[in-house]
């Protein structure tokens, strides 16, 4: 991949019933090209159209492809991979970065009646999960737009070192630094991402 292809990774951070949502621009050479920030509410069902709406500011038509640090940010509060993908018109890649058996049964615990129905059906409509082999580590990606092959090729190209693609790493540190500037207070959940779907 060449070194000026760019990608947005977007990561969270939260210490109270709003989660900060971050979304950086990175190029394959791991510069930095830009940096926007938005909040969802920890457990509602607002991060879709939270996310939408953030890369829609960002403007960036040139970056070719949106990661996202899994699929359950701020408490079950999913992105709707595919429902994305549509409205932002470029592939999007969730990864997560410990294997699962998946979301299904927290939810339960979690959740009941009409919140668990609408939990569940996004959650079964997203991407199969695969995992993927880095120099540092496993990943486990889920992909809307694009084959289990590049999907794979994609996230490595993005991963020079350290098993965390280089656009959520940066995101995620841009996601605690504002969370600690604008909410403070003591990190309710370690000040990184969720793993989204662990």
Do not use: H
Not at 93 to 110: C, I, K, T
């Amino acid at each position: 991949m060449k070194r000026g292809v760019r990608a947005i990774g977007v990561a969270e951070s939260y210490r109270t019933e709003y989660s900060t949502l971050a979304a950086a621009v990175v190029r394959a050479s791991r510069v930095v090209d830009g940096l926007a920030f938005d909040t969802c509410a920890v457990g509602g069902t607002d991060a879709t159209e939270t996310l939408v709406s953030l890369v829609d500011r960002l403007d960036r038509e040139d970056a070719r492809y949106l990661l996202l640090a899994g699929v359950a940010p701020a408490w079950f509060n999913f992105f709707d991979l595919p429902t994305v993908r549509e409205r932002v018109d470029r592939p999007v890649l969730s990864v997560a970065f410990e294997d699962s058996e998946g979301l299904e049964g927290p939810l339960r615990e979690a959740f009941d009646g009409d919140a668990l129905d609408e939990r569940l059906a996004v959650y079964r409509r997203q991407p199969e999960r695969r995992r993927v082999e880095l120099d540092d580590g496993t990943v486990y990606v889920r992909a809307a737009g694009l084959g289990p092959d590049e999907a794979a090729e994609v996230v490595r190209a993005f991963t020079p070192e350290g098993g965390r693609p280089e656009p959520l790493r940066v995101a995620r540190l841009a996601a605690r630094a504002a969370d600690e500037r604008f909410v403070g207070g003591e990190d309710a959940n370690g000040g990184g991402d969720s793993g989204g779907d662990r």
